[in-house]
């Protein structure tokens, strides 16, 4: 099992590009969620979803989208980039709810 | 909102020292989980602590939950230059019918001198 995939690796965006940080996990988990991660502020909730079709807000979902059409996959969508939005970008998923996440490589993103 | 309070930090140990961080809620919690993220990786899942004053050892880590499920705390024996990274817990509130929101720490850096 690949576990959770998480691609790109780096990002370099310009203020308002648009992109979307691809997930993907193999674990059938139904759970999967979004974090971002800044220095020194541990982890930030940004989405989550309880599975195929749902998904709800975490703690910091201006300036993003989800959506979740597959078990296996859940894209975060940024859609007018802004130098806030600078950060390392976590998925991760689990098979029950908030519970032993398993956490893909992350995605390193910068807002120029 | 829930809070979820760490401490310290930072903690910079010589090898062979004992380590220890802190976790507070300003709530009462489901239940804690643990995890650590080496310098670059990410976060990986540790342990989780569900019942009031449980105890949980792993080799040289022993975890605490308090018993009003307010705290907890890591403990680590004999550090070595492996233990080095950053250790977060994370507590989960559950809220009447939702799916309950968790919570992490800001973390606690631990770094290892040879």
């Known amino acids: 099992n690949a576990g959770v995939t998480q691609t790109p690796k780096f990002r370099i965006l310009k203020i308002g590009q648009s992109m979307t940080l691809q997930c993907t996990q193999d674990m059938n988990h139904n759970y999967m969620y979004w974090y971002r991660q800044d220095p020194g502020m541990g982890l930030k909730l940004i989405y989550y979803?309880?599975?195929?079709?749902?998904?709800d807000k975490g703690e910091v979902p201006n300036g993003y989208n989800v959506s979740r059409s597959t078990t296996e996959d859940f894209p975060l969508r940024l859609e007018l980039a802004a130098p806030s939005q600078t950060s390392v970008y976590f998925c991760?998923?689990?098979?029950?709810?908030?519970?032993?996440?398993?956490f893909g490589p992350g995605t390193r993103l910068t807002v120029l | 909102g829930q809070q979820v309070m760490q401490i310290p930090q930072y903690q910079h140990v010589q090898e062979g020292e004992d380590f220890t961080t802190y976790c507070n809620s300003s709530?009462?919690?489901?239940?804690i989980q643990w995890y650590k993220q080496r310098p670059g990786g990410h976060p990986v899942f540790l342990i989780q602590?569900?019942?009031?004053?449980e105890v949980k050892k792993q080799k040289r880590l022993t975890f605490q939950f308090g018993e009003a499920k307010k705290n907890s705390s890591l403990h680590i024996t004999a550090t070595q230059t492996t233990d080095v990274g950053t250790y977060f817990c994370a507590g989960l509130e559950r809220d009447g019918g939702s799916q309950g929101n968790l919570i992490f720490g800001k973390g606690t850096k631990l770094s290892v001198k040879p």
């Open positions: 979803s309880v599975g195929a079709g749902i998904t």
């Open positions: 602590l569900v019942k009031s004053g």
């Open positions: 991760a998923s689990s098979y029950s709810s908030h519970r032993l996440l398993y």
């Open positions: 709530t009462t919690l489901s239940n």
